[in-house]
């Protein structure tokens, strides 16, 4: 379940303020492999495996952030040909491998009415589309490249 709460560190920002990359983001234990995370802006989301019911797990996470991401890259384009209120939905439902605890493939399959479209401008907007992702998808840049991921770090929390 994801909703909006007042966290600490938020500030409180009206809805037009562009998230800063430095924004605090953390988790907190609630249990037995169950976590909430947060931003500093007050979002708040429930993390934990599959049986701990209403929850996402970190790799539902990942891939609604790929999803979410190449959403968000490619609007303008589809709303500029679509209208503002054109609808999509964007699935990543590829399967994990067990074995390897990991995902090898992450697909994106949009579901989108394109049928108002001739063949031409259809194809010309789905090319314009998968620009935007490729120039404007940070999670999947950022998937695609590699991301390195040092060891974790752990700290004793600072009392006060």
């Known amino acids: 379940m994801t909703e ?33 995370g947060f931003s500093a802006r007050g979002a708040r989301v429930d993390i934990g495996p599959v049986e701990a019911g209403a929850v996402f797990t970190p790799g539902e996470l990942l891939k609604i952030a790929l999803a ?19 609808r999509t939905t964007i699935r990543v ?31 010309k907007l789905l090319t314009i589309a998968q620009r935007s992702i490729d120039k404007a998808c940070t999670v999947g840049r950022t998937l695609k490249a590699g991301a390195q991921i040092p060891d974790a770090q752990f700290e004793q929390p600072t009392e006060g």
């Open 68 to 86: 979410a991401c190449a959403g968000m890259s490619s609007d303008k384009a589809f709303a500029r040909r679509l209208g503002d209120d054109y």
């Open 4 to 36: 909006q709460t007042t966290t600490p560190g938020a500030t409180g920002a009206d809805s037009t303020a562009t998230p800063s990359p430095t924004d605090p983001l953390w988790v907190e234990r609630n249990g037995t492999r169950t976590y909430t």
């Open 93 to 123: 439902e590829d399967p994990k491998d067990v074995a390897d605890d990991r995902y090898p493939v992450l697909t994106e399959k949009f579901e989108i009415d394109l049928s108002t479209l001739d063949d031409e401008d259809r194809a």
